[in-house]
């Protein structure tokens, strides 16, 4: 994939997700586990390495793995020691890095936790999820995260609601800053009309949830022509960003 070429990630659950993300065009799967309610939403949590093992075994695809193991946007100092633990065996599952997120009490970005996992896992790239839309300030946030090692991406939405409140603001600070447009992952509700902006923004990472998913329905399997749609569409922007 060159530089100029946009990545395409797409969150998948289990193994029968794998080909139509694959064949449709990702360039990087994010396995979760869904909540009760089976949606891989604000619930989501991480799934057991044995899913991790029988994904990985389906793709020649990077496999980003979600660390979480309760339903909030903190952890604690028991939990941390199994998530780095966690985190080992999903790489040794075949995972090629991980995803987490954690605010302290003041919702802003925990950097101490952070950097905790992020220095217990060296060279181990890994994606902030959206608990970033939680924090108070944006741009603030993103002068916390920037420093921290191996940050490969920033999965925003610019709102808690989504890219239907957040897209403006979202924009707004990639518009502003280089750094930040080269770590932001628009998701949430992305939308083809957002797209073009985004990539000229300088925006060259996207994620896909249930948009690659027939009816939007995590009851659906992701969908091979759904992510080939998306694929064809940064496509197309990215060559008509250069070419402006």
């Known amino acids: 994939m060159g530089s100029d070429t946009p990545l395409l990630e797409v969150t998948v659950t289990g193994p029968r997700d794998v080909g139509g993300a694959d064949e ?37 695809l990077p496999v980003f793995v979600l660390l979480r193991l309760n339903d909030s946007w903190t952890t604690t100092g028991g939990e941390l020691v199994r998530l780095v633990g966690l985190a080992e065996d999903y790489l040794g599952c075949g995972a090629a890095g991980v995803s987490f997120g954690f605010l302290d009490a003041d919702l802003e970005i925990d950097t101490e936790v952070c950097g905790h996992l992020a220095n217990s896992l060296p060279g181990v790239p890994w994606t902030f999820h959206r608990a970033f839309d939680s924090t108070l300030e944006a741009r603030r946030s993103w002068r916390r995260l920037i420093p921290v090692p191996d940050l490969a991406a920033v999965c925003s939405a610019g709102s808690p609601r989504g890219l239907e409140s957040g897209y403006e603001d979202l924009l707004a600070c990639c518009e502003s800053d280089p750094a930040i447009a080269a770590l932001a992952m628009p998701g949430g509700g992305l939308l083809a009309e957002h797209v073009p902006w985004f990539v000229r923004a300088g925006v060259r990472q996207f994620h896909l949830g249930r948009q690659a998913r027939p009816g939007a329905s995590y009851k659906s399997y992701v969908d091979a022509g759904h992510v080939r749609s998306w694929r064809l569409l940064l496509d197309n922007a990215a060559r008509r960003s250069v070419g402006a």
């Open 24 to 60: 449709g065009g990702a360039d990087r799967l994010h396995l979760v586990a869904p909540d009760a309610s089976g949606e891989p939403g604000a619930g989501a949590s991480s799934p057991e390495p044995g899913v991790v093992s029988a994904v990985c075994r389906e793709t020649d």
